[in-house]
């Protein structure tokens, strides 16, 4: 019962204390609006954040989705083959070192101002911790164990989709938890450079506006969508690899 009433309590106590605070010390609302100044907002402006939001969900899932596929591939090849791994960890390493709001522009001049280069930004910033989570789990299968395979007649194919997923599923959803998040970070980024539907978007047009208190309820709107997400993503992690943590709250666990 403390559990699942933790995070509740946890969230009201922040939100009681910035309240305070926001009472007690006279801090501007274009500097820090009081939480009840921009629940106001979020009323008022309800419409426009619901449509908005709903193309960043939009955006945000797809490409996401796209990450996953892509990733959980790209990871069952890379790990598969070390020869495959050395090759292409530099380059991958590489290219995930690029600033991503630096492609934005470049995505823009290729497909121009909209939905496509959230899409692909939401896709490259949540694809490299999937495939590299996946092909983790596939490489560092212990040779011990390959070895007995082997001898008992199993190919490579078989190693890899009797042992090596099933090893990598946890390394995965854990990716999963962590891409879903930052697929948002991709998807705002290229709405508030590159398009006029969007959280990103309308968090520019209400800062043009100094009207803080709405950018701070996009904030929670994305914030929000974010935790439905993880809570779907930890969801679907229970269910199909309970038995990864079965041990976490079982008999001796602290």
């Known amino acids: ?100 709001v630096a492609i934005v522009p470049i995505l823009v001049l290729w497909f121009g101002i909209g939905t496509v280069p959230a899409i692909i930004t939401a896709f490259i910033i949540s694809f490299f911790p999937i495939l590299v989570n996946v092909a ?35 390394y995965f959803f854990a990716s999963l938890k962590v891409a879903i998040t930052v697929a948002f970070v991709g998807s705002i980024m290229s709405e508030t450079v590159a398009a006029n539907v969007g959280i990103g978007a309308l968090m520019m047009a209400a800062q043009g506006r100094f009207e803080v208190p709405l950018v701070f309820a996009g904030l929670i709107a994305t914030a929000v969508m974010g935790i439905m997400l993880y809570v779907i993503a930890e969801t679907i992690e229970r269910r199909v690899i309970g038995w990864a943590t079965r041990g976490i709250n079982g008999p001796g666990s602290v």
Not at 76 to 83: A, C, E, F, K, Q
Not at 149 to 163: D, E, H, P, T
């Open 136 to 170: 983790t789990g596939i490489a560092t299968v212990e040779p011990e164990l390959k070895d007995v395979l082997r001898a008992l007649g199993a190919s490579n194919r078989q190693i890899i989709m009797k042992v090596g997923l099933p090893r990598s599923m946890p």
């Open 1 to 100: 019962m403390i559990e699942r009433a933790m995070p509740w309590m946890v969230i009201t106590g922040f939100i009681l204390v910035w309240e305070l605070i926001c009472l007690i010390f006279p801090i501007k609302t274009f500097i820090l609006p009081a939480p009840h100044v921009i629940v106001q907002s979020m009323i008022t402006w309800w419409p426009q954040i619901l449509e908005n939001s709903g193309q960043t969900l939009f955006t945000t899932v797809v490409g996401f989705l796209i990450a996953v596929a892509f990733g959980l591939a790209g990871g069952v090849v890379i790990g598969s083959s070390t020869l495959i791994y050395n090759g292409f960890y530099p380059l991958l390493i590489g290219f995930n070192a690029i600033p991503k």
